[in-house]
Antibody, heavy 125, light 106 residues
């Protein structure tokens, strides 16, 4: 069965960086894109970016450009999300989510079908 | 950026009720619309993809409809386990979520 298992909670000081991992199992790692989504306490869901585990290409939401880096290790079927220059507003639960697609009349329609359990990152001095 | 607006933001209903949640996009997104359910302290769960396709394992009381800018999620007969927060998401241009609809027990 498909599983995405994320690393544990982190506490960081403002200005520091954090690196969260997401280990995939139960499917062919390089056949599906992986997304990162975050959720601040009591707030909604915010898409951060996507990585193609096959070639390593990435695309980031404009809000996070220059501060986020997504990488992967195909030998361990793990993707990573590193966020730098942390500030208190980055306190959130960070999720990885597998990207799938279906086609309708030749058009690819994307969705997130499996999610990790989430990693709480707390930024506090 | 495409904005997604859900209504209502919160909703009180009873077990057995029929419930409809609406999601409106700021521009046409064809059928690039997904619905997720999230319970407190848990990751979101995919319910509906491509506006109207039911994800495997999701009960048939959930259904989705719409195209263009206006979409609905309908729960035909609310069950106790359905009380949660629901999010729509567009995948037409990158990815944006609605602000969520919290479904509470009346």
């Amino acid at each position: 069965q498909v599983q995405l298992v994320q690393s544990g909670a982190e506490v960081k000081k403002p200005g520091a960086s954090v690196k969260v991992s997401c280990k995939a199992s139960g499917y062919t790692f390089t056949s599906y894109y992986m997304h990162w989504v975050r959720q601040a306490p009591g707030q909604g869901l915010e898409w951060m970016g996507i990585i193609n585990p096959s070639g390593g290409s990435t695309s980031y939401a404009q809000k996070f450009q220059g501060r986020v880096t997504m990488t992967r290790d195909t030998s361990t079927s793990t993707v990573y999300m590193e966020l730098s220059s942390l500030r208190s507003e980055d306190t959130a639960v960070y999720y990885c989510a597998r990207g799938s697609l279906t086609t309708r009349l030749g058009t690819p329609l994307h969705y997130f079908d499996y999610w990790g359990q989430g990693t709480l990152v707390t930024v506090s001095s | 950026d495409i904005q997604m607006t859900q209504s209502p933001s919160s909703l009180s209903a009873s077990v057995g009720d029929r419930v409809t949640i609406t999601c409106r996009a700021s521009q046409s997104i064809s059928s690039y619309l997904n619905w997720y359910q999230q319970k407190p302290g848990k990751a979101p769960k995919l319910l509906i993809y491509a506006a109207s396709s039911l994800q495997s394992g999701v009960p048939s009381r959930f259904s989705g409809s719409g195209s263009g800018t206006d979409f609905t999620l309908t729960i035909s007969s609310l069950q106790p386990e359905d009380f949660a927060t629901y999010y729509c998401q567009q995948s037409y241009s990158l990815y944006t979520f609605g602000q969520g609809t919290k479904l509470e027990i009346k």
